[in-house]
């Protein structure tokens, strides 16, 4: 498994722009698929983007896709998710996960962050 610490969420006026970061150690996270997902209060936790060891495939959420870019940086041992054209229902703890497989079921995930907080006024 590997370890990961997320950074970047912050509270932001809808239609503003953040950047999130989340940052591996331990085993080689260039071989693990990565995802960020997401938990508004009261609700499931929910999938937002997931993008492959290699960054070549990427998929996203219908509710963020054209707002939100996730991407990566194997050299540095960080994913990103770029959240753009924000609103107040992005507002949500947001967690990235590693995992074996490229996949948008959080189940299938073995390694979570414990996720910093993204709240957009209105």
């Known amino acids: 498994q590997v370890q990961l610490v997320e950074s970047g969420g912050g509270l932001v006026q809808a239609g503003g722009s953040l950047r999130l970061s989340c940052a591996a150690s331990?085993?080689?996270?260039?071989?693990?698929?990565m995802g960020w997902f997401r938990q508004a209060p009261r609700k499931e936790r929910e999938f937002v983007a997931t993008?492959?060891?290699?960054?070549?495939?990427?998929y996203y959420a219908d509710s963020v896709k054209g707002r939100f870019t996730i991407s990566r940086d194997n050299a540095k041992n960080t994913v990103y998710l770029q959240l753009n054209s924000l609103k107040p229902e992005d507002t949500a703890i947001y967690y990235c996960?590693?995992?074996?497989?490229?996949?948008?079921?959080?189940?299938?995930?073995?390694?979570w962050g414990r996720g910093t907080q993204v709240t957009v006024s209105s």
């Open positions: 996960a590693g995992g074996v497989v490229l996949t948008t079921k959080p189940s299938l995930y073995g390694s």
């Open positions: 331990g085993r080689t996270f260039s071989s693990y698929a």
């Open positions: 993008i492959s060891s290699n960054g070549g495939r990427t």
